[in-house]
Structure formats: C-alpha cells, structure tokens
C-alpha cells in the first residue's frame, strides 16, 4: 500500500504554517454537540469534531491549517472529521476536503493524498474519551510543537457530533426492498450456493499475480487501482492474454473509477469479487459462499513478482489470515464485531444460524496441488501420513471442511484429470516442473479423462509462446487419439487422506481427480455409506457425477452462460444433463460454481434476449445495474464481470429455462444451500 508523500516544505516553514494556530488553543470553550461515546469498533461513518485533551486539560478542537492541522477554542470552528473503518478499531480519519490525516516522519500530523499505513489508526476508549495510535508508528495523536501530531501517553480525544463531513467513494449494491426470510416455517435454508469461489485469491500466488482486491483498509480507490505490472506488454497482461485471451497491447489498467479495461468477464487475473458485489448477490439470494483458498506453486514461481513464499500451504495460510480480516473489516463497516453479513461458518449449526440472521455463510475450503507438502517427484511421495494428520489439524483450525485432494498436477494422493489443447499442454509441462514426468495416458472406454486428444500440435502452439523452462533432455510426450485416461490411480497415502476425511466428517471434492483416481475414491465412499463428496463445477466425467449423487452427495455446475456460448456448455443443458442421470430424480437442491478469481471465465454477455432491468430477484429484492465510479454494468453487454453480477445471471438463468423448466430450476437453485448443509451434516454423522 502506498505511503503519503510529505510536503517537500523545510520544517522551519511547516512551522511557521502550524504555530499559528497556537493563539486559537487558548480557553477552549465546551462544545454545545452531543458527544460520542460508542464502542471504539462501532465508529465507521462517524462525523465529529476532535477536542484534544492532555489528562484533564482540555488543548482545543482540531482545525484545519495550512498543511496541517492547530487547534481552536471555537468547537463551531473545528473541521469535522470522517471516520472509516478501515478494520476492526481502526480508521482513516479524513478531513472535510477529503484528506486523510498523515503521521509524518517529522512529528506533525498533515493533510494527505491517499491511503497509507501512517493514515491508519487504531482506536481505544479511554475513559469517556478516545486515543487514537497510528497503526503504523505507534505514536499517540495529541499535540506536537502547538500543532496536532505526535503526543504523549496523556492525550485523549473527545469526539463530539458534527456535520458537512466528507464522503469517501463507496460502490451501492443496486439492490432494494425486503428480501424473503432465508430460513422457512420447516427449518430449512432458502437461498442459492456458489460452491466454488476463490474470493482469496488477492492474497494467492505470491500475491502479484493478481491485480486488486476482495477488500483493502482503503476501501474501494484502494482495493480496485490498477497495477503497472498488468499494464501494456507488462508480463501481468502477457500472462492475462495467455490465459484469458484479452488484449496485450492495449491494456489500460486504468481501475477505479473509470475501469476501461477491467473487470471483464475473462479479465482472469484482476479482481471480480469486490465485496460490496459479493454483498449484491447476498441480498438477491445467495445464502452460502464456498470460499475456496487455492495455491499453485509452479504459477508462483513463473510470475516474477511476489510478495509472499510460493510454498502452496504458506499460500494458504496467508488467505486464511486474508478471509478471516476480510470477515472483520466487513463487520467494521457495519458496526463492530460479529454484526456484519459476511460471516464465516466452521459447522452446519453454525451455517444454520447464520441463515437464521438473513445474512450469508461463507464456508472455507482448499483446491491446490500439492497440500501438506504432498508433492511426488518421479513418483516418490514428499510427505508421510504424519504430515496428512498435522496438516488436516492446521486446516479444520482454520476452519476449512472441504479439501481437492488431487488439482492440476499428479501429486502423492493420486492422478489428475487432463485439461485439453494449448491449456492442456501448458499443464503438462507444469506437471513435469513439479513431478518431474508427463502425464502418463492411456486409451479408454466408458468414462474418461478428457474427450479430446493431447497432441503434438498443441505443444507447438504453446511453444509460440516463449521459452518453456523445460529441462535438459526432456522429450516432448505423445497421446493416442480419443477418449485417453491418467494411468495413475489412488495411492496408498491417498487412501489415507480419505479415510481421515471421513471420520473428520470433510467434504471430498473428486473435481480435478482423474476416472482411476476418482472411482477409487468412490469405492470407499461407498464402502463407508459416507454422503460427504462433491462435485461442483463441471469437471468430472458425468457417470462420477452419477455416484455421488446416488451416494447423497451434492453436486453443482460451472457458471456457464444459460445456454452454449464461446465454446463452452450452456449451465441449463448441464443441469438437465445430470438432472436425467439414472439417480437424477434424487437432486432436491441444485448449485453453481462461479470459480471466479480462479483463472477461469466467467459468462459472456447475454446478448440476444436480453435481461430487463430493474428485475425482481428469485428472494423477492428489486435489483438495479450495479456502478463502480462511472462504470455501469450489464449482464446483457458485460456478461459476469463481476461477482455482482451473479444476481442477474441466476435471475437470466430461470427466465431462459422457460415455463417448463423454469419453477423446478428456481426451487432447486434455491434449495442449493439447504442441499449442500444437510449433505455436510450427514457426513459428520456418517464419519
């Protein structure tokens, strides 16, 4: 986060500024306004005028002077300061013309430019007053040199009421009115899932790889800038442009509030789940939040730029910190400490209860590739069975209830499922980064692990691209054509892994798991009578699909567009799809999985047939196109480019399956979240 630049002045004439002021702190006088008193987490939105105390004695009220700020005996005179959340009992203070007070480096508090670490302070009740502390320098605000700046461990501030505060920018949901109680008269969840998010991701990958985030202490300016590294030609828009196909040459990057170039429905490496969006979609329906951490350390250590480690569980402690902070700043904004919408869930009870308040549960859960350190190099497994029970005690702490046990590479647990064409061969090659072998395919009948062949010609391809890294004397892998599946199959240390899911009650996700890998993992589902296995956005071969949900377990599909579009499966053919399987007839409750921020695309734009707005949401709430600054968004010409948007996708999405289709797809998405909690507490009491 940037700090403030100071004011390039020699202190001699900030000085001669600020002592001016000294002759207006000379017999305060008793402010006439009502004074503050509220819990020091329950100050956002707060306009005051700020009386500054050393011990009993009053020094005057804050007044804005110059570059800084003096004090005046006239409570009538003071500026009125804004108060801004920008975590639980700390805020960004902000002056009536919008600038934050800055602690700078010489003592004086002044008028700065943008959020930083020295505009940051955090907030205790002392007494019946407050002491404010920089964050970041732990210095105390009071009185400095006649001014207001850095004071001693006996000045207070008394916060009285005032008005013509500045408002900082913020984005509007977009939606009003009453939304329909999210539990019903029999106990059960009302409201959709999205099963599969990776609202974290900010924090993921070292941290860089990602432009923007879900949430920043400096609210939206702050957590939606553009970065220089995705800029033109930079290597964040040529890895964008290799992912997502958007366009290298003119990224403008130019984020709030204009946001010319994303987000965007494959702008695949900038944030789409800003929390006010995830706020839209709460209030038009969704109930639960499946929050996935995700962490690749091949994509870390190909970016060039990092802020964190690229070891894939200390990735997913620092979105587990992330998740927890983005809990918290959301409460602060709301009035403290557990009263904000956003609430994590460590347990089905806990799922209920939050519903039961209308707000939404975000469950916590981990796709990545090699978890617990359990990569396989050349087929020897880096962990043991102790690592697995260490490792599952450190994620249930953080909440976590559902884990991959297999992603995108081979690991110790078993084969991964292949990816097809040039995305396909870019993995293989991670794959060999990582295990140090290809895939390993052979042709098969019956369910597969892909439907298209992995030839040479993509390796081609993806050799356009650049230098590969590949190891010295490594020979580029050839497949038969056809329906391939990965030879390898579940472990012995992967058959651990999931006997301890089970008796710990975890969900199993068998999505990224190759048919070898994944029909073991069934058979001892099975075997157990355990209902705790997914598969939630389209990325197992449908007979997997079938067991699960003849085993009782849940099962969503990928966020698709309504019907086919830029080449990828329309959500309602998938749904009709899995709702015609032989134990199709048993899905009560249906979900989506939006993947968003997990590197892949969104919906397009609606185009033909167009969604009308405002619209009425499926829990009854009257939804608006949603602005960021002077952008406004339109599923029908930006499709999802943002999590908000997923509100009028699930509204399309019921209007486009028709009279026939549409009520049974309408009870079903909005029996998603009862759907997935029972499942979680079955498996609890199956394990």
Same mark, same amino acid.
């Given at each position: ?21 000294? !002759? ?33 004695? !009053? ?61 940051? $302070? ?23 040199? %006649? ?29 009003? /009115? ?83 170039? %994303?987000?965007? &429905? ?15 979609? %709460? ?53 403290? *400490? ?39 190099? *050349? ?109 390898? /199959? ?5 058959? $651990? ?18 048919? *070898? ?61 899995? *709702? ?8 009560? /409750? ?38 960021? /600054? ?25 209007? &486009? ?31």
């Amino acid at each position: 986060m940037p700090l403030f630049p100071l004011r390039r002045r020699p202190l001699a004439f900030a000085l001669a500024v600020l002592l001016p002021a000294v !002759a207006l702190a000379v017999s305060p006088t008793a402010a006439a306004a009502a004074p503050i008193t509220a819990a020091a987490d329950a100050l956002d939105g707060t306009c005051a005028a700020l009386q500054v105390y050393d011990g009993s004695r !009053a020094l005057g009220y804050v007044v804005r002077s110059s570059a800084g700020y003096g004090f005046t005996g006239s409570a009538s005179a003071a500026t009125p300061f804004r108060l801004e959340a920008t975590q639980l009992s700390r805020y960004e203070l902000f002056d009536a013309s919008g600038a934050p007070a800055y602690q700078s480096v010489a003592g004086f508090i002044l008028a700065g430019d943008a959020y930083g670490d020295r505009a940051d $302070y955090t907030v205790t009740v002392s007494g019946d007053k407050y002491r404010f502390t920089n964050t970041a320098t732990g210095q105390i605000m009071g009185s400095f040199l %006649w001014s207001l700046g850095a004071g001693g461990s006996s000045h207070t501030i008394a916060l009285t009421s005032a008005s013509g505060c500045y408002t900082p920018p913020d984005v509007d949901p977009g939606v009003t /009115g009453t939304a329909a109680p999210a539990v019903d008269g029999s106990g059960k969840l009302v409201g959709t899932i999205d099963a599969h998010a990776h609202i974290t991701a900010g924090a993921a990958f070292g941290g860089r790889l990602h432009c923007g985030e879900a949430w920043a202490p400096g609210g939206v300016r702050d957590a939606l800038a553009g970065c220089s590294s995705h800029a033109s030609l930079n290597v964040g828009a040529l890895f964008e442009g290799i992912i997502g196909g958007t366009d290298v040459v003119n990224s403008a990057e130019d984020g709030w509030p204009t946001f010319g170039d %994303w987000p965007q &429905h494959n702008s695949l490496l900038h944030e789409q789940s800003y929390y006010r969006s995830i706020e839209r979609a %709460w209030r038009s329906g969704e109930r639960v939040l499946n929050a996935l951490l995700v962490a690749n350390r091949v994509i870390c250590e190909l970016f060039p730029y990092r802020d964190t480690s690229c070891d894939e569980m200390d990735q997913l402690r620092v979105q587990a910190t992330y998740l927890s902070s983005m809990q918290d700043y959301i409460d602060a904004q709301h009035g403290g *400490k557990g009263k904000g919408w956003f609430r994590i869930a460590k347990t089905p009870a806990q799922v209920r209860a939050i519903a039961a308040q209308g707000k939404l549960a975000v469950l916590v859960g981990v796709e990545n590739s090699e978890v617990f350190g359990c990569r396989e190099i *050349k087929d020897v497994a880096q962990c043991t069975r102790a690592d697995i029970d260490a490792g599952l005690d450190e994620l249930q702490a953080f909440g976590v209830s559902g884990l991959y046990p297999v992603h995108k590479f081979d690991n110790a647990f078993g084969g991964t499922r292949f990816d097809a064409g040039v995305t396909g061969a870019a993995l293989n090659v991670a794959n060999l980064l990582s295990t140090g072998h290809w895939w390993t395919a052979t042709s098969c009948t019956g369910p597969s692990d892909n439907e298209q062949p992995l030839v040479s010609d993509d390796f081609a391809e993806l050799l356009k691209l650049g230098p590969l890294g590949l190891p010295a004397g490594a020979i580029l892998p050839v497949y038969p054509s056809g329906k391939i599946c990965n030879t390898r /199959g579940l472990t012995a240390l992967g058959t $651990y892994l999931i006997q301890q899911m089970i008796s710990r009650g975890m969900i199993i996700h068998i999505d990224h798991m190759g048919v *070898k890998t994944a029909q073991a993992v069934l058979d001892l589902v099975d075997a157990a009578r355990y209902p705790g296995v997914t598969s939630v956005h389209t990325w197992a071969d449908r007979a997997l699909v079938d067991r699960i949900v003849a085993r009782g377990g849940f099962v969503a599909s990928y966020a698709f567009a309504a019907d086919p579009a830029e080449g990828e499966p329309g959500f309602l053919a998938e749904w009709r799809a899995n *709702k015609a399987l032989p134990h199709g007839a048993s899905i009560t /409750g249906y979900g989506f999985g939006s993947d968003v921020n997990g590197l892949g695309p969104q919906a397009p734009p609606r185009g033909t047939d167009p969604l009308t707005y405002p619209f009425i949401a499926p829990n009854g709430t009257t939804v608006s196109k949603q602005v960021y /600054g002077s952008r406004t968004f339109d599923l029908n010409t930006d499709g999802v480019a943002q999590y908000g948007l997923y509100a009028d996708w699930t509204t399309d999405l019921i209007r &486009h399956a028709g009279s026939d289709d549409g009520p049974l797809l309408r009870q079903q998405l909005m029996s998603g979240a009862e759907a997935y909690t029972r499942m979680w507490e079955q498996a609890i009491a199956a394990g």
